[in-house]
């Protein structure tokens, strides 16, 4: 195994290839699909994945100064962020041979697109009582229900489905975890535009989908098992600066100083506690073990912070903004900010599962807990 500052050769050396490699190719899709198997190809692309996947089996310590070196120096993965940091980790722990062999190279390398089929119109936050329903038909699941806020889904090749297959446990034992191919008859993509004028959010309409009844990751019926593991995924991922970002710190100052309030003392306090905020984030995504609802829940607090400054610096000249192009526009920004709070689970339910599971208080009561889901009344 490679020294520390050995590895870190490797990396620099790699992505000082990366500007070549990119050279006139804007699409952010495109982009980052290359990067993607040009990351994979160099051994870079599946650190902590096992060997026989084409990973490298490396430690944490690695893996961490993998994103130290590549901070600000890789491209964004645009729509590969969903798979490659929780679908294909949930796979590689939980999935079958087969899945893996089908699944892994291919998410990791770019050539295949993810998205999470887990929100439904009828559940809420209350994800268990998700009504979307897989039935056996021979080799095949029938696929039957909708889904909604699905980041992605229309250009997504595949999804990591949440479905019930059995109605006469309580709902949080009938849940399974299954691959839904989103190119076939009976998905249907309805895209949702958002007040940033961009439509991230999906719903999905699912009518006699199909998926081969050994596309089950883990065992049938540990869905909510599985479904708790990838949403660790998630708010880790979050947590360390995966999916939107908030306004820069670096961006707010030249605001101010554009404003000509650089030096007024309430604004420089807000701009120093919001660079404080960021090196939290980042040291506390040094910690092991930390559990990712807290470092999702600075996250969330950065980024509403952020929004709150901006829009301060520039009033009242804020309302005449320009929309911008995604991720670039003040107004975008400042409009996407709430987000921060609902992706990966609202900050009230973060609350709830520190407060439950690390705290160790007692849970919220819940009257359908215990009976079958068949029996819960439903809307």
């Not at 390398?109 to 936050?125: F, N, T, V």
Request: hydrophobic letters at 35%; a negative charge.
């Amino acid at each position: 195994m490679s020294t520390e500052a050995e590895f870190r050769h490797e990396v620099r050396q790699f992505l000082e290839s990366l500007p070549a490699l990119l050279a006139g190719t804007d699409d952010p899709l495109k982009r980052a699909r290359l990067y993607l198997g040009a990351r994979f190809d160099a051994g870079l692309g599946a650190l902590d994945y096992p060997t026989e996947h084409g990973g490298r089996d490396l430690p944490r310590d690695l893996v961490m100064a993998y994103r130290q070196e590549s901070s600000g120096r890789a491209p964004a993965e645009a729509g590969f962020g969903i798979g490659i940091s929780m679908c294909l980790p949930t796979i590689r722990d939980h999935g079958s041979n087969e899945l893996k062999e089908r699944f892994l190279r291919p998410g990791l390398r770019g050539d295949e697109i993810w998205c999470q089929l887990y929100s439904e119109p009828g559940a809420g936050s209350d994800l268990a009582g998700l009504a979307t329903r897989a039935a056996r038909d021979g080799d095949e699941w029938i696929i039957n229900g909708q889904k909604v806020w699905t980041s992605g889904a229309a250009e997504a090749d595949m999804g990591i489905l949440l479905a019930r297959t059995d109605s006469s446990v309580p709902k949080h034992r009938g849940i399974s975890m299954l691959v839904l191919p989103m190119d076939q008859p009976g998905v249907e993509v309805r895209p949702l535009r958002q007040m940033t004028g961009v439509s991230h959010f999906n719903e999905v309409f699912i009518e006699d989908a199909r998926i081969p009844t050994s596309w089950v990751v883990g065992t049938e019926g540990d869905g909510w098992r599985l479904a708790v593991t990838l949403l660790a995924y998630e708010r880790s991922s979050l947590g360390a600066g995966g999916g939107r970002q908030p306004i820069s710190t670096g961006r707010l100052i030249d605001l101010a100083r554009e404003r000509s309030v650089n030096m007024d003392p309430v604004v420089r306090q807000d701009l120093a506690r919001l660079h404080s905020q960021a090196l939290i984030v980042g040291w506390l995504n040094q910690r092991s073990g930390i559990h990712p609802s807290v470092t999702k829940l600075w996250r969330s607090r950065q980024g509403r912070l952020a929004s709150s400054i901006a829009c301060r610096l520039a009033f009242p000249g804020g309302a005449a903004w320009d929309e911008g192009a995604e991720g670039e526009g003040w107004a975008y920004g400042v409009l996407d900010s709430p987000a921060h709070s609902l992706g990966g689970g609202t900050d009230e339910i973060q609350r709830n599962t520190l407060g439950e599971r690390v705290l160790g208080l007692p849970r919220e009561p819940a009257v359908d807990r215990d009976i079958p889901f068949s029996e819960v009344r439903r809307n």
